[in-house]
């Protein structure tokens, strides 16, 4: 019997192996249909005569015979491999996706098994990530179609969370990565003596901005923080891992605007600023939809530490129509009108549903709440603080009472924009002078942190305007038979009006402000004004001493600190 095409196959399997070509052994193990000529016959054969494992099993070990895999030859883990991928071309039915889906997570399992291998698992890294890369596309695939997946049993973690289909791939590429990471080769920092790579630390990044792909996919950033987590030990430890600036710049590119993303969620803008701005300076300029998808997180960062975007920033090609949704922002920040930028990030407005679509919704709606407060502190005391003349032993102040007016004043410039109805339906925790609720016991209150009024955190339907409530039964009962010193809180409760309440809410919201450094200065509490301390003994405005700017504040916070995870 001559040379088969599986002969022929197998030959260049064991070439690949003894030359230690990890690039020629995964061109040579192909996946994806359709298949060539030559691999079309090699499945022809295991067809006819390969169908039991033993005869599989045996072939391979007959053409290449494992060792300890030092010499550049075979060994246990990668015979089991290349049986297990013969019987994955042999069966598979590209029509059949969740099986194959399944077929392809179980033979790159058993991939990481063969590229655990202390000396020959370099060679082994190439197909790896290639059968990573080719399962993420599977998976995102899969999980697109509803009606192959909808059946499927799902696993459960060790939170008892359900895993789903996409991140039951990604689990497998961190483990892939994880391998990698472990690789004790080379010397410092995982160097060859020629200060290159060493051994299957080559693949971390590649493996690593898979995964964080699809975890980021399937919203799961606490797997996605593992990774970080991993890399970030590793290389605390004795064999450390390269730097980053030794990989390719689209690991770098990808990886950093991963985290990035990462520290964006976690509300760490300024190491989310820092990371993205790297990764959208070494992104190739013709790469458009990569440099869009990084300046779009870069843009919202700056925003959220008070570094507003350029119209020459956004005139650039990659940010086509960002401008729509984030000048508006930043305008209305800038005047500090609460009411516009609650409109701005409320559905069914446009820029609220594209804020959704970034994840970005709820960071404005905390964090940038924030700086439209101290936006609209600082407009306060521009239009009607005390401003002393040199010389003058008066500190610069402003009333909280004025910061009140304006609010309100502002808020009915926003009725006046849009419908009444629509926005109080919009908003039901932000309240206007229009429609202040009636007084209620105050343990049935909730202070908010926009600048308005005590709210309700108990409404209903059948409230009347008198605040009375028209429904019946053992609720009313209840409410009748409440402690006599509950009562007595609910008595003086009633004797503030709502000016005083919106007035207590302020002046608490100035206090937050302060403490955290965003105000400089203190609150006179007896005469209702905010006082700015240092005027007097400084070169600069008052402006300028008591509204330090939000960025130099952020930028001091992490003087000297490098975002974790970025080696």
Request: proline letters at 7%.
């Given at each position: 019997m001559g040379v088969?095409?599986?002969?022929?196959?197998?030959?260049?399997?064991?070439?690949?192996?003894?030359?230690?070509?990890?690039?020629?052994?995964?061109?040579?193990?192909?996946?994806?249909?359709?298949?060539?000529?030559?691999?079309?016959?090699?499945?022809?054969?295991?067809?006819?005569?390969?169908?039991k494992q033993e005869l599989l099993d045996k072939k391979c070990e007959t053409a290449l015979p494992p060792d300890d895999g030092t010499s550049g030859g075979s060994w246990p883990a990668f015979i089991s491999f290349l049986v297990q991928y013969l019987g994955f071309i042999r069966d598979v039915d590209v029509s059949q996706l969740v099986e194959t889906h399944n077929q392809l997570r179980a033979l790159l399992k058993q991939a990481n098994i063969a590229l655990n291998h202390a000396s020959m698992g370099l060679v082994m890294v190439p197909t790896v990530v290639f059968f990573s890369q080719t399962l993420s596309k599977l998976s995102i695939g899969l999980d697109k179609r509803p009606d192959l997946t909808a059946n499927l049993s799902t696993d459960q973690s060790d939170t008892g969370e359900h895993v789903t289909l996409v991140e039951a791939s990604a689990n497998v590429i961190k483990e892939s990565c994880l391998r990698c990471l472990n690789d004790r080769a080379g010397g410092v920092n995982g160097l060859e003596a020629n200060d290159t790579i060493a051994g299957r630390k080559i693949g971390i990044y590649a493996l690593a901005n898979i995964a964080l792909r699809l975890f980021f996919y399937c919203k799961r950033l606490r797997s996605?923080?593992?990774?970080?987590?991993?890399?970030?030990?590793?290389?605390?430890?004795?064999?450390?891992?390269?730097?980053?600036?030794?990989?390719?710049?689209?690991?770098?590119?990808?990886?950093?605007?991963?985290?990035?993303?990462?520290?964006?969620?976690?509300?760490?803008?300024?190491?989310?600023?820092?990371?993205?701005?790297?990764?959208?300076?070494?992104?190739?300029?013709?790469?458009?939809?990569?440099?869009?998808?990084?300046?779009?997180?870069?843009?919202l960062s700056d925003i959220l530490i008070g570094r507003f975007?350029?119209?020459?920033?956004?005139?650039?090609?990659?940010?086509?129509?960002?401008?729509?949704?984030?000048?508006?922002?930043?305008?209305?920040?800038?005047?500090?009108?609460?009411?516009?930028f609650q409109t701005l990030l409320s559905l069914p407005h446009k820029t609220a549903h594209q804020m959704y679509n970034w994840r970005a919704a709820l960071q404005f709606q905390t964090f940038g709440l924030t700086l439209v407060q101290r936006s609209l502190a600082r407009r306060t005391f521009l239009l009607s603080g005390v401003h002393p003349d040199p010389g003058s032993k008066q500190a610069p102040?402003?009333?909280?009472?004025?910061?009140?007016?304006?609010?309100?004043?502002?808020?009915?410039?926003?009725?006046?924009?849009?419908?009444?109805?629509?926005?109080?339906?919009?908003?039901?925790?932000?309240?206007?002078?229009?429609?202040?609720?009636?007084?209620?016991?105050?343990?049935?209150?909730?202070?908010?942190?926009?600048?308005?009024v005590v709210k309700s955190t108990h409404t209903s339907d059948n409230d009347?305007?008198?605040?009375?409530?028209?429904?019946?039964?053992?609720?009313?009962d209840d409410d009748r038979e409440k402690p006599q010193q509950r009562r007595r809180i609910s008595s003086r409760a009633r004797k503030y009006t709502p000016q005083q309440k919106a007035l207590a809410n302020i002046e608490s919201d100035v206090a937050v402000l302060t403490q955290q450094g965003y105000l400089h200065g203190y609150l006179n509490h007896k005469h209702g004004r905010f006082v700015i301390s240092g005027a007097r003994n400084s070169t600069k405005s008052p402006v300028e001493v008591g509204f330090p700017r939000i960025c130099d504040i952020t930028s001091r916070r992490y003087l000297n600190e490098t975002p974790p995870g970025w080696i």
């Open positions: 088969t095409r599986l002969d022929q196959f197998l030959f260049e399997i064991s070439k690949a192996l003894r030359t230690r070509d990890g690039a020629k052994l995964q061109d040579v193990l192909v996946l994806e249909p359709p298949f060539a000529p030559i691999y079309q016959a090699v499945i022809a054969e295991l067809r006819s005569s390969f169908q996605a923080e593992q990774v970080f987590h991993n890399i970030e030990q590793t290389s605390r430890g004795p064999s450390g891992i390269p730097s980053l600036n030794l990989f390719p710049a689209a690991q770098r590119v990808t990886y950093l605007y991963f985290l990035g993303r990462y520290f964006f969620a976690n509300t760490h803008f300024h190491f989310a600023q820092q990371t993205l701005q790297a990764a959208y300076d070494h992104c190739h300029k013709q790469a458009l939809p990569q440099r869009r998808k990084i300046l779009t997180y870069l843009c975007p350029s119209q020459a920033l956004l005139s650039r090609p990659e940010a086509s129509g960002l401008s729509s949704h984030l000048i508006p922002l930043c305008h209305a920040i800038k005047l500090g009108d609460i009411a516009t102040n402003f009333s909280l009472d004025d910061l009140r007016i304006l609010q309100a004043f502002l808020e009915e410039n926003a009725l006046k924009r849009h419908a009444p109805a629509a926005f109080q339906h919009s908003f039901p925790f932000f309240p206007t002078s229009a429609a202040i609720p009636e007084p209620q016991p105050l343990s049935e209150l909730s202070t908010n942190l926009s600048f308005g009347n305007d008198d605040g009375s409530s028209s429904s019946s039964g053992e609720d009313d």
